[in-house]
């Protein structure tokens, strides 16, 4: 079964950074684009970024200049890198991706389990 693991996430200042990794596992064939997604309570999940397999970037604008999305796709994992922090980025990060298992026809969309960024003094 084909899973995607978070990690990376924990509190920090504000103008302080963190890096958030996202590894894919399971009996893989191959992996779509990449996304960072974050989610506070009572609103709505909000995507934050994506990359391509090629490596092309699209950033949300709350974001833009200050996050960067990368990924090995060697390893079949994604990161996002995020510098200048606010506390308005306080949410459940998660990772998502459309991954086809060996074998399979088909590819799934996959969630990971999120990790929690705090931005607070």
């Known amino acids: 079964q084909v899973q995607l693991v978070e990690s990376g996430g924990g509190l920090v200042q504000p103008g302080g950074s963190l890096r958030l990794s996202c590894a894919a596992s399971g009996s893989i064939f191959s992996i779509n684009a990449m996304s960072w997604y974050r989610q506070t309570p009572g609103e709505e999940r909000e995507l934050v970024a994506t990359i391509t397999t090629r490596g092309a970037t699209n950033y949300a604008d709350a974001v833009k200049g200050r996050f960067t999305i990368s990924r090995d796709n060697a390893k079949n994992t994604v990161y996002l890198q995020m510098n200048s922090l606010k506390p308005e980025d306080t949410a459940v990060y998660y990772c998502?991706?459309?991954?086809?298992?060996?074998?399979?026809?088909?590819?799934?969309?996959?969630w990971g389990q999120g990790t929690q960024v705090t931005v607070s003094s």
């Open positions: 998502n991706a459309p991954v086809r298992p060996t074998g399979s026809a088909y590819a799934y969309n996959v």
